[in-house]
């Protein structure tokens, strides 16, 4: 009896989890601000409303603005896709400089930034979510 419950499980965790599911192919860049969150944890999970595609995640310390995680699209793009886990860079983004990992206690702040090229090709870069944490 034991087996089938966990087959049960799985199955109840197979049909909730598949519907919401998206690869960023079939999500679009963002457009204007968005509504940041933050899942606490070891590694803090982030993640943004409306459900879309950023250039840069920056993770700083609230207090003196020091960087301990930066991830970005490549050059001219918005590839980066919620959920992002802390430390983790997702696919196709890199890692900008050194991480630091969160210091129990500390109080911190996720912000996102979207690339946003102008019909002559100018960049600017927009930051357009933040929300504050503490670890």
């Known amino acids: 009896m034991p087996q089938a419950r966990a087959v049960a499980v799985l199955g109840l965790t197979l049909l909730v989890a598949g519907p919401g599911c998206s690869s960023p192919t079939d999500i679009s860049e963002c457009h204007g601000q968005i509504q940041m969150s933050v899942t606490p944890g070891l590694n803090p999970v982030f993640n ?3 459900e879309c595609m950023i250039g840069y995640l920056v993770v ?3 207090g003196d603005g020091t960087g301990y ?3 970005s699209s490549p050059p ?3 590839i980066i896709a919620p959920p992002v886990t802390f430390r983790v860079v997702p696919d196709g983004a890199s890692e900008d400089g050194p991480s630091f990992p969160l ?4 109080a911190y702040r996720v912000i996102a930034f979207l690339v946003d090229q102008d019909q002559n090709g100018q960049i600017t870069i927009l930051r357009i979510g933040e929300q504050a944490f503490n670890y």
């Open 103 to 106: 210091v129990q206690g500390g």
């Open 76 to 78: 001219g793009q918005n």
């Open 60 to 62: 700083e310390n609230r």
């Open 48 to 50: 943004w409303d409306p």
């Open 69 to 71: 995680w930066n991830v």
